[in-house]
């Protein structure tokens, strides 16, 4: 075997900042820490060298991406990474070096679409490093443009060296983000001996990721479930024993079962799950089985975890920061596999309840300004921007102590740039204290939650998020000027809306079978037409535009021969309702709802043109699958109280102009809804109320 190589980065010598700093003329105030390749890492300073020379400037992607480009680049010697030599690596845009898959297929598999973070970020990052499903030489990871033209990734490859070099903008887009802050321009040194070199000359941006991802050790279990209870009518569901492990900053807790790990069900769905709780707070840490799997955060914790499936044992890791909400002495653990056959019988089994016993100490966060000595696990830092749980529930919870809790809807908001990659946020759904029958199961479930939320009444809210570009008054996407805080009203009305769903289902009239006419998340089908009943685009643009549902689907346009021409829809602009959609909210009596269609067995056919057979959808067939709506129109809530909170920093007052702009968006909000309804529902403002925060976290990971 090779010596352990040792691993150098240059990072700002800012201990204790949320923001990432850089000196660009001189290079000052950055030191370089060393470690060796393999899991474990001994860590010292020493003086930062000058950026070396760039290279050629690479074409076009190898892989393309949404997020993430991403080029193939042969190495011209053996690099020892992960714990084996590598003689390939993989160029990102986002602003870091992969081994083995392109960061445009991984980013598929944490998606940070719609309210990912930074911190989320390093953290699912750091959780699939420690499963072995990353390797990742992390420079500074942020969402760059994709546009090459104004971007430029540059490579030299030498036989001593191997140099990337990024001189980037972060990327804006129409309804999406913020605007640059300028230029970043950093470098990435590989040499044969395992040494990597980060160099930062010129960092605009304030937040980014910072690391080297190689894997995870096993450490040594310090806490344990055992269930009591030996008796289990599947025993593919029974546990033995649930453990946990903590290795640096991930913890790995693992379900040794009696039976191999489920990773599919015909029908129905499976669930590995752990809850961590601490006074108000918890989070969910699970594995998720339907006819596929995948791994999931729920509660106030957000990211997407590792995981690791062997014979009859899963491994889930989840970053301690992940949890920072519960993590700590008295935090309380349980663990459980839930199976939901929907048709068939449901089945718990529980592994216990106890304190979690947390080993002593636990590793501090690393700032490798200061970091000295031996560390385990993957090495990373995060920057970031003030750190506000981007789950609603704590937020309402906080606000609800200091207003009467009086809402039917909830919207939060910040006036200040919070820890958020998009600028976007999704709502929580709805009817946490009010039920409707006849729409779906999530509407028809209420939820035991007034301890969560703070309130007895509220059956939606979305947020937190912050008033940034694209709540802006008045926008222009090139095309058409828009006015009234059109992205604004397009994002509250899309999130409020999920209160109703929407989780209808039908009878296909052809062959009987019930359908779904929701394409999951709550959104209709992409080939269902859902055309506005009430038009609003005059209210927001000077000129027209399509109005699909706010609810998504599209509007077709029958062709001869068969075919339908999806019409072109601006992006999160707003739209009115189509008829499924106010039924379902309770503002159509079922002979009110026109028929509509379905596009079965869509093909592509040319750029918005798609064939397929017309299936007709009618509301005797839409009851006929999902009952009747109860309340129906007649009775249903036609007034609701909503309530707008704009959270700013405690030692001083809400900034004026996003209090006034708060107003503004909450004054065009109740006329949109007023119009898109057709004047049946009313909602009824309660005054802004800006809420003190308190001083979000301060500190980098």
Request: charged share 20%; aromatic share 12%; proline share 7%.
């Amino acid at each position: 075997m090779r010596p352990p190589a040792s691993a150098s980065i240059l990072v700002p010598n800012t201990p204790g900042s949320r923001y990432f700093s850089a000196s660009a003329a001189k290079g000052a105030g950055w030191e370089t820490v060393s470690g060796d390749a393999s899991t474990c890492h001994v860590l010292a300073a020493s003086k930062a060298r000058a950026l070396g020379e760039w290279g050629t400037k690479l074409g076009k992607p190898d892989y393309q991406s949404l997020r993430s480009l991403g080029w193939r680049v042969p190495l011209p010697f053996e690099f020892p990474f992960a714990g084996s030599m590598q003689h390939e690596l993989f160029v990102n845009s986002a602003g870091n070096i992969t081994f083995e898959r392109p960061e445009s297929q991984l980013y598929l598999e944490r998606d940070t679409w719609p309210d990912g973070t930074m911190n989320s970020v390093a953290g699912s990052i750091n959780d699939r490093a420690a499963a072995g499903q990353e390797k990742m030489i992390c420079v500074l990871w942020g969402l760059y443009s994709p546009n090459l033209s104004k971007n430029g990734i540059y490579v030299r490859r030498a036989a001593d060296e191997v140099v990337v070099t990024w001189q980037v903008e972060r990327y804006l887009w129409f309804g999406e983000a913020y605007q640059p802050l300028g230029l970043n321009i950093f470098q990435a040194r590989l040499l044969p001996s395992g040494t990597i070199e980060f160099t930062y000359q010129q960092v605009a941006e304030k937040d980014g990721i910072t690391g080297l991802f190689y894997g995870g050790s096993d450490g040594i279990a310090f806490d344990a479930l055992t269930p009591v209870s030996v008796d289990a009518s599947d025993q593919s569901l029974k546990i033995s024993s649930v453990s946990a492990t903590l290795t640096g900053t991930t913890l790995r807790f693992t379900f040794q079962m009696a039976k191999p790990i489920v990773r599919s069900v015909p029908e129905g769905m499976l669930w590995y799950r752990v809850f961590l709780g601490q006074g108000p707070h918890s989070c969910e840490i699970g594995f998720e089985v339907g006819r596929k799997s995948r791994p999931y955060l729920l509660r106030d914790c957000t990211g997407v975890p590792g995981f690791k499936v062997n014979g009859d044992r899963l491994d889930l890791y989840v970053s301690t920061f992940e949890v920072q909400s519960v993590f700590g002495k008295g935090m309380r653990w349980s663990a459980d596999v839930l199976r939901d056959a929907h048709q068939g019988a449901n089945f718990q089994y529980s592994a216990g309840e106890d304190v979690f016993h947390l080993p002593l100490p636990v590793a501090p966060a690393l700032h490798f300004a200061t970091a000295k000595g031996y560390r385990e696990g993957n090495l990373l830092e995060v920057f970031h921007y003030p750190q506000v749980s981007k789950s609603v529930f704590p937020h309402l919870r906080y606000i609800y102590q200091r207003v009467p809790p009086q809402d039917d809807m909830a919207v939060v908001l910040t006036d200040f740039r919070i820890d958020d990659l998009h600028n976007h946020q999704g709502s929580t759904g709805g009817g946490y204290n009010v039920a409707i029958r006849g729409i779906g199961n999530g509407p028809a479930t209420v939820y035991d939650r007034p301890g969560l939320i703070g309130s007895s009444k509220l059956q939606v809210a979305t947020g937190p998020i912050f008033l940034g570009p694209r709540f802006a008054e008045f926008l222009n996407d090139g095309d058409k000027h828009y006015h009234n805080y059109a992205n604004a009203i397009g994002w509250m009305a899309h999130e409020l809306t999920h209160r109703w769903g929407m989780e209808l289902q039908f009878r296909n009239p052809e062959d009987g079978r019930i359908e779904n006419l929701s394409g999951g998340s709550g959104h209709w089908r992409d080939f269902l037409n859902t055309p506005s009943l009430y038009s609003v685009w005059k209210m927001f643009s000077d000129k027209p535009y399509s109005e699909k549902s706010q609810m998504e689907g599209f509007v077709y346009e029958e062709l001869p021969g068969g075919n339908f021409r999806r019409v072109p829809n601006p992006w999160n602009l707003p739209t009115g309702f189509s008829a499924l959609d106010l039924y379902a909210m309770g503002m159509l009596a079922p002979d009110e709802v026109p028929d509509t269609f379905l596009i079965a067995e869509p093909r592509f056919v040319g750029i918005g043109v798609f064939g397929g057979r017309k299936v007709p959808v009618r509301i005797q067939d839409v009851i006929a699958a999902s009952g009747e709506r109860h309340p129906g129109a007649r009775e249903s809530q036609k007034e609701f109280t909503i309530g707008i909170y704009l959270l700013h920093e405690g030692k001083r007052s809400a900034y004026p102009d996003k209090l006034r702009q708060a107003e503004g968006i909450e004054k065009m909000l109740v006329e949109y809804f007023r119009v898109a309804t057709g004047g049946r529902m009313v909602l009824a403002p309660r005054a802004i109320s800006p809420v003190p925060g308190g001083r979000p976290r301060a500190s980098s990971r």
